[in-house]
Nanobody
Framework: DVQLVESGGGAAQVGGSLKLSCSISGHTDPDDCMAWFRQAPGREREGVVTVDGAGRSNYADSVKGRFTISKDNAKNALYLQMSSLKPEDTAMYYC?????????????????WGQGTQVTVS
């Protein structure tokens, strides 16, 4: 079975930084689309950033210039470096994979999800 496991969440101060990790097991292909989504209490899950097999990334306007996605194919890992954190970044963060397909921001297009890691900024 394919599994995604997020880690690295926690509490951070406004203006601070956190780095999230997503460990991928059971399936690895460099052509997969990988993504980070987030869901704040009472709100719908939204896309944060995607990265395709060619390394092209697409950020939500709300995080551009503050967040950076990266992949380490050798370690089967996905990362999200978050800087200049704001209270509105508080949410559960999820990594997701879309196999052998281009990236989208539609939740239903993703094949596998992690369980999420909580980020709280205050």
């Amino acid at each position: 079975d394919v599994q995604l496991v997020e880690s690295g969440g926690g509490a951070a101060q406004v203006g601070g930084s956190l780095k999230l990790s997503c460990s991928i097991s059971g399936h690895t292909d460099p052509d997969d689309c990988m993504a980070w989504f987030r869901q704040a209490p009472g709100r719908e899950r939204e896309g944060v950033v995607t990265v395709d097999g060619a390394g092209r990334s697409n950020y939500a306007d709300s995080v551009k210039g503050r967040f950076t996605i990266s992949k380490d194919n050798a370690k089967n890992a996905l990362y999200l470096q978050m800087s200049s954190l704001k209270p509105e970044d508080t949410a559960m963060y999820y990594c997701a994979a879309r196999f052998y397909q281009s990236c989208t921001t539609k939740l239903d297009d993703y094949d596998v999800w992690g369980q999420g890691t909580q980020v709280t900024v205050s």
